[in-house]
């Protein structure tokens, strides 16, 4: 019997009580024992576990959050952090371990598999930013959530004649600005991708009331930077992963857009509540399948892999190349977008 521990890393995420529940019981399947570690790379720094069986999965597929928890704990920031992670796969007894997680976590994970852990990954991030696969899980539920929060935005900004300047999650990339823009029949889009010109945001604001469109949405993802600034950090410091924490160009703009324009602009972050509640059916369906398949790559000894999506197929792809580079918006896609700006 092989002993197979899961962690989830990095932001909690809609589908990852899925994926969970996926790993144990194909790893049942394959007649492997499941153990929990908590509170992401922290559990394995100091050997934080809870046991895994079909019970403890049990109802858990729609739940939101991570029944195991989750922190920012970076090994590689902690004097003898790899060796610590070592000694309790060890003294845990593990024989392999499934990590679930974005870019930091499964960077950690390539790291020990390059060390000779056993270490097989799964994409999660709400950002989807993850290189090697289409989807990461949690995507679709931000996006979802978004779309709604800019259709109720549509009405109170058409009833009061306001612009409103809705800011979503996004550090590095835009696609939840762009895809829920898109979905929401946002007036601007803006990502960091490319620069905010605010002199052309103001112009295509004025342009719509000059043709009688008496109201404007504008989506901004937290990581976008007004033309070569930096980005607009809520408070000092940063994570042990070295990233600042981002929040408030939403502001900025709706005030240089008052500025500028005299047009009555309002701001809305929707923040942490991207990240809440129940997975869409599609998280539900995308995160079980990269657990039995994260599981059957353990059944086959294929570590230093994570699973992916590739069109419809769940496929295998070096945790390397996962991690190498970040998956930015296509611009086709942006340009997409930029049909309906007018």
């Not at 049942?28 to 100091?46: A, P, Y």
């Not at 928890?69 to 060890?90: D, H, L, W």
């Not at 004649?161 to 590095?172: D, K, P, Q, T």
């Not at 410091?237 to 240089?256: N, P």
Request: hydrophobic content about 40%.
């Amino acid at each position: 019997m092989k002993r197979v521990g899961v962690l989830t890393g990095g932001g909690d995420c809609p589908g990852l009580n899925a994926a969970i529940r996926a790993i144990v019981r194909r790893s049942h399947q394959h007649g492997f024992e499941s153990v929990g570690i908590l509170e992401g790379w922290r559990g394995l720094t100091e050997g934080l576990t809870r046991d895994l069986d079909r019970d403890a999965v049990s109802g858990i597929l729609h739940v939101g959050g991570t029944i195991l928890k989750t922190s920012r704990t970076n090994p590689s920031k902690m004097e003898g952090g790899f060796e610590k992670v070592e000694a309790n796969f060890k003294k845990i007894g593990l024989d392999a371990l499934v990590a679930i997680g974005g870019e930091d976590t499964l960077g950690v994970a390539r790291s020990l598999h390059e060390r000779g852990l056993p270490v097989v990954g799964v994409p999660k991030t709400i950002d989807n930013d993850l290189g090697g696969t289409d989807f990461t899980f949690g995507f679709n539920t931000a996006v979802s959530i978004v779309t709604e929060a800019i259709d109720r935005l549509h009405s109170t900004a058409e009833s009061h004649n306001r612009a409103i300047v809705v800011e979503v999650m996004g550090r590095h990339t835009g696609w939840i600005a762009t895809y829920a823009g898109i979905a929401g029949g946002a007036d601007v889009i803006l990502v960091p991708e490319f620069p905010v010109d605010l002199e052309n945001v103001c112009n295509h604001l004025r342009s719509r009331h000059k043709l009688g469109r008496s109201f404007s949405i504008v989506v901004v993802a937290e990581g976008a930077r007004i033309g070569k600034d930096e980005n607009i950090v809520s408070s000092r410091g940063t994570d042990a992963f070295g990233h600042a924490r981002l929040g408030g160009i939403g502001m900025i703009l709706a005030e240089e857009i008052e500025k500028r324009t005299g047009f009555e602009t309002r701001v809305t972050s929707l923040g942490h509540v991207q990240r809440g509640g129940s997975p869409t059916a599609f998280d539900r369906v995308l995160a079980t399948r990269y657990g039995v398949f994260a599981a059957d790559l353990v059944k086959e000894g294929k570590f230093g892999k994570m699973a992916a999506l590739r069109g419809n197929d769940i496929v295998a792809v070096d945790l390397a190349d996962a991690v190498k580079s970040l998956k930015t918006v296509d611009p086709r896609l942006f340009e997409l977008a930029g049909v309906f700006f007018g």
